[in-house]
Each structure stands twice: as structure tokens, then as C-alpha cells.
């Protein structure tokens, strides 16, 4: 009987150890795939009428940025402008649109909360201040007027970044030399200071080596002007100078670093870099403890945290300050999925920030792939985002950096327009040898090297700031940066007097049709028309009719009859 009663114990004892097993394996297949949706960033949709809408934002973008090409009337009337003019004023009215809704656009906010609450009523609450932010910029897609960039979509991705902006005292927003203000988020700074009065917002310029010193000076003015705490820094340099390499680009110059006398201009190092933003995150933590009663919540180090778009190089100033590869870093955005903390001294802490796509007002989402926020393997339509490249790149500098020969405009077009996509992809096409399976141009893979170009710094291209953009800068590619208003009249003068004839016209068609395979290669001859008086027909060979007798008046005309008498038998030859 005793027997009996500790077997049944022991199987009831391993019967509840593997009940315990499988509740911690379904747990953690639950917490696995919970963690494969909180790490994927969603800044597409998929329903079908997301679909509709973005196929019919697309046609009126196609229709806005194709309408300032010169077009190929068939009927020649130089006072037929209404496209142009609508394409004006339709510009005119969306700035005006955006202005009014520039309040609107802001990032979602966390709902306030307490320790005391619990997981299910603090999760419950988020998803619903989450749901009211989507319906806000719902009503904002809705304005036709208004074009509303993808943004994220995760609810658990803006949770990095709520903690991150918790944490932090000193809040870090990186952002591309090329164009500060695109990368920029205003009302990032506006929810900071909600959150904690004394939190700050500090804009470090990577890339910065890709600027001239003139480009820099110009944006270290306006930063001034605008009270911006700004800072100048190269992730790439401060990495190759950690590791002792030496840059094999010839476009990130040596002297572009020290070559200012003003110190706010000068592009950091990492000692440098380091140094000054403990001494600002310290300064926010005296100001904090000194306003705040001496309790246990107060503490002495200071946190850093770094904010920003995708792929403007968070990571990879997190890994030069640190002095050794601590986050994953590449060239696709979106690589870091989750916020890291990393340890520098017992002063000074850092705190990556996964990337995130803010919402804003935009052209185009092709802008967005060349800028480097949304992978270039979401682009469908490579020609859009090439043109792009084409318009912000002089075709000097294309001409030069890849060793090309762009096809000139025509004697009808403003000679100074930029080179077309497909000009620029046939172009590079024909130099690599870039040829599909059908026999055509490959676009696509030149496309994406071009694009990694672009973004990777090899094709030079920088904004300036607003209200400088009549001086005109040159920088070491010979590029001269400036409203080409007063130039572009005379040519544009030039290009209303030269109106293209209806040979012009079907030769862009047939040069059309041979580009995009609709003709064949082979020339065709035409035969000329000629007047119907002179339509023979083909002389024939004249007979030789020497054999006939003339007619004559010793001749009738007839066949002349040729007798051959054949000599006579004379029997057998003798020998003699």
C-alpha cells in the first residue's frame, strides 16, 4: 500500500513538472512571436482602399512633377500655358494648406500613467491615444491638397521611442548634413520639453564632411539664428581615425575638417563630441536636482539619448563614441529594431533609439527613398526616384563622377534643365554593360547603384538654408549653389522664340519607340513618291536581231535561211 501511494506521487510530480514545461514553451513561443511583431517596422498598408488612395495620390504627384517639363504639342501654339500656370497655382495653394496644418502633424504622445496602474489598463490606454493619433492624420489625408508621407505605423516602435524620450536628459536628434531641415522633427522638441521643462534637444550634423566649409558656415548661421544647440560630426571619419584607416573616398577631403576659423563650424571628434555632451547632460541633471527636493530619485549620471530618422547614422556614432561595434550597423534602414543602453563612465550613459519615419508633408515618396528613409527594394517606379537624383545633382558632376557622356538637350528645350532618367540610365547602361534578359537596358540595377551612390555620398549634393540660396558657393566638384532664377530667363526667353516643328516631334516619338522597344533598330528605307507622268515601267532588254535581214530593197524582211552544203563522199583516203 505504501508502495502504491509513492508511485502515484512521483508520476503526479512529473506529470506537473511537464504540464510546467509546456506552459514555459507555449510562454515562450507567445513572448517569440510577440517580439518578431514588436521588432517589424510597418510603414505601408495593405488594405485595399489604403491601395486606391495611394495609387490616386500617385497619379496627381505624377501629374504635379511632370507638369513643369517642356511638353510636345502636336499643335504648335506658344500661348497655350494653362498647364503650367495650374501646376503653379496648385503648388502655391498645397504650401498654403500645409502652413495652415503644420499644427496638426505631430507625433503621438504617451497617455499619462502611473505605477500603480496595471499592464492591461496601461497597454489599453496606449492603443487608444494611438487610435486617436491615426484618425487625426486620417482627416489630414483626406485633404487632397495636403500629401502626407508614409510614417510608422507600429504602435510598440513609438514605445522605444517614448522611453528613450523618459529616460534621457540630453535628447540627441541626428540628422544628414545634405538637408538638416528634412530630417528635422519640431514637434519631437515640443513633446520633449512636455514631458520634462528641462530636457534638451541637441541636432548633431553627421556627414558633415560632405559639405564645403562655406555650405557649413551658412548652416551654423542659421542654427545661431534660430536658437538651435547644433554640433558638426562624421561618424565615418571618427571611425576611420579610431581604427587608423584611411578614407579611399576622394569626396570626403581631409581638409574639410579644420580648414574654418570659427570653432561652432569645425567638424568634432570623438573626444570632443564625447566631452561636450556630458557637459550638457550634466548641466540638466544639476539644473534638475537643485530645482527637485534631495530625495532617492535623484541621480548623478546623465543620460543620452539619440533619436532620428532611419539610416542617418545613430548606430553608427554610438559604436565611434563607444570605441567598439556595440550595434549592428548597415546601409538598409531599419536595422535597429529595439532601444540599447551602453555604459561610457559612471557620468555618462547612452540610449539608441530605433529608428523611426515621422509624419510630414512632402512632394513625393520617391524624395524619401533617395534621402535614405524607406529601402530602395520598396521602390517600384525607378525612373521616378532617379529623376529626383537627376533635378539635385548637377549633370557635370554625374558627367564627371561616373566617367558618362549625357545626351545635350534639345535646340527647343531650356538648355539648362537637368538630364532626364532615362538619359541618365541608358547613359550609365551603355558605360557598365548593364543589359536584361530581353535584350534592353537594365534600369533597375542601375538604378540601385545609383541610388547607393547618392545616398552613400559619391554624387555630391547639399540644401542650403532657407533665405541663402541667391549666393552662389562653389564647392570642390565645381558646383555653384544658387537661385538659377536670373540665368534660367534668358534661356527660357530662348526656348519660347524656339517652337519644335512636327519633324522634332516624330523624331522624339520614334527615339521613344526605340528606347522602349516599340520600333525596330533597323533603319527603313522609303522609296520617294514620284509625279505619275513619270511611273514607267522597267525598260526591258533589247533583243539582238542582227540575224534578221534588213528591209531593204534587196531584202523582203524575212528570216535569212543559212545553207551549209556538206561536201561529198569521195570514198576512202588512199595512203601514199
Not at 503650367?84 to 494648406?97: G, V
Not at 549592428?328 to 547612452?350: A, N, Y
Not at 538630364?419 to 538604378?447: I, N
Amino acid at each position: 500500500m505504501v508502495k502504491s501511494e509513492k508511485t502515484t506521487l512521483g508520476r503526479s510530480l512529473v506529470k506537473h513538472h511537464n504540464h510546467m514545461i509546456q506552459e514555459s514553451k507555449d510562454k515562450g513561443k507567445y513572448y517569440k512571436n510577440l517580439q518578431k511583431k514588436v521588432l517589424e517596422s510597418v510603414t505601408e498598408v495593405s488594405d485595399i482602399d489604403a491601395i486606391l488612395e495611394q495609387a490616386e495620390e500617385a497619379e496627381r504627384l505624377f501629374t504635379i512633377n511632370h507638369s513643369n517639363t517642356t511638353p510636345l504639342p502636336i499643335n504648335v501654339d506658344t500661348q497655350s500655358s494653362s498647364s503650367t500656370i495650374a501646376a503653379e497655382e496648385w503648388r502655391e495653394q498645397q504650401k498654403i494648406e500645409e502652413a495652415l496644418h503644420a499644427s496638426s502633424l505631430q507625433v503621438p504622445r504617451r497617455p499619462p500613467w502611473t505605477p500603480e496602474m496595471s499592464v492591461e489598463e496601461l497597454d489599453a490606454n496606449e492603443k487608444q491615444a494611438f487610435l486617436n493619433w491615426r484618425r487625426m492624420l486620417v482627416r489630414l489625408e483626406e485633404n487632397e491638397k495636403l500629401v502626407l508621407t508614409p510614417f510608422e505605423k507600429n504602435l510598440d516602435i513609438w514605445r522605444q521611442l517614448w522611453r528613450v524620450l523618459e529616460r534621457s536628459d540630453l535628447i540627441v536628434m541626428v540628422v544628414d548634413a545634405r538637408d538638416p531641415l528634412f530630417y528635422r522633427c519640431p514637434d519631437l522638441e515640443a513633446y520633449a520639453r512636455e514631458i520634462d521643462e528641462h530636457k534638451k534637444m541637441m541636432l548633431l550634423v553627421n556627414k558633415a564632411d560632405l559639405l564645403p566649409p562655406e555650405v557649413r558656415a551658412k548652416w551654423a548661421e542659421y542654427f545661431r539664428r534660430n536658437d538651435i544647440l547644433f554640433v558638426f560630426w562624421s561618424a565615418i571619419a571618427a571611425t576611420a581615425v579610431l581604427e587608423g584607416k584611411v578614407l579611399k573616398e576622394q569626396w570626403r577631403k581631409s581638409d574639410n575638417f579644420q580648414n574654418t576659423d570659427d570653432p561652432e563650424v569645425v567638424i568634432y571628434g570623438r573626444d570632443e563630441l564625447l566631452a561636450r555632451l556630458q557637459s550638457e547632460a550634466q548641466e540638466i541633471v544639476r539644473a534638475r536636482n537643485s530645482r527637485s527636493p534631495v530625495d532617492e530619485s535623484q541621480r548623478e549620471n546623465a543620460v543620452v539619448g539619440f533619436v532620428g530618422y532611419p539610416n542617418v547614422g545613430k548606430s553608427s556614432t554610438i559604436n565611434a563614441l563607444v570605441g567598439q561595434k556595440r550595434t549592428g550597423v548597415t546601409s538598409t534602414p531599419g536595422k535597429t529594431k529595439h532601444f540599447q543602453t551602453l555604459i561610457i563612465s559612471d557620468e555618462l550613459m547612452l540610449c539608441d533609439c530605433p529608428g523611426l519615419v515621422f509624419p510630414s508633408f512632402s512632394s513625393s515618396r520617391y524624395e524619401m527613398i533617395t534621402c535614405g528613409v524607406l529601402p530602395i527594394d520598396r521602390m517600384t517606379e525607378h525612373r521616378e526616384a532617379i529623376q529626383v537624383v537627376a533635378d539635385k545633382v548637377p549633370r557635370s558632376v554625374i558627367e564627371s563622377v561616373y566617367n558618362i557622356t549625357l545626351p545635350k538637350p534639345k535646340t527647343y528645350e531650356r538648355q539648362s534643365r537637368p538630364p532626364l532618367a532615362a538619359e541618365l540610365l541608358r547613359a550609365y547602361c551603355a558605360s557598365r554593360g548593364y543589359v536584361a534578359s530581353s535584350g534592353l537596358p537594365d534600369e533597375t540595377k542601375a538604378a540601385r547603384q545609383i541610388l547607393k551612390d547618392y545616398i552613400g555620398g559619391k554624387l555630391r549634393h547639399f540644401a542650403m538654408p532657407p533665405g541663402m540660396t541667391e549666393e552662389k558657393i562653389e564647392d570642390d566638384t565645381g558646383r555653384e549653389t544658387g537661385s538659377d532664377s536670373e540665368e534660367g530667363e534668358g534661356d527660357e526667353k530662348e526656348s519660347d522664340e524656339q517652337v519644335p516643328g512636327i519633324d522634332d516631334v516624330l523624331e522624339d516619338l520614334s527615339s521613344f519607340d526605340l528606347a522602349n522597344g516599340l520600333a525596330s533598330s533597323k533603319k527603313v528605307t522609303v522609296k520617294k513618291e514620284t509625279a505619275s507622268h513619270k511611273q514607267h515601267k522597267k525598260p526591258q532588254r533589247k533583243k539582238d536581231r542582227n540575224w534578221r535581214v534588213k528591209n531593204t530593197e534587196e531584202g523582203d524582211g524575212m528570216p535569212l535561211v543559212r545553207v551549209f552544203q556538206k561536201p561529198a563522199n569521195t570514198g576512202p583516203l588512199t595512203m601514199r
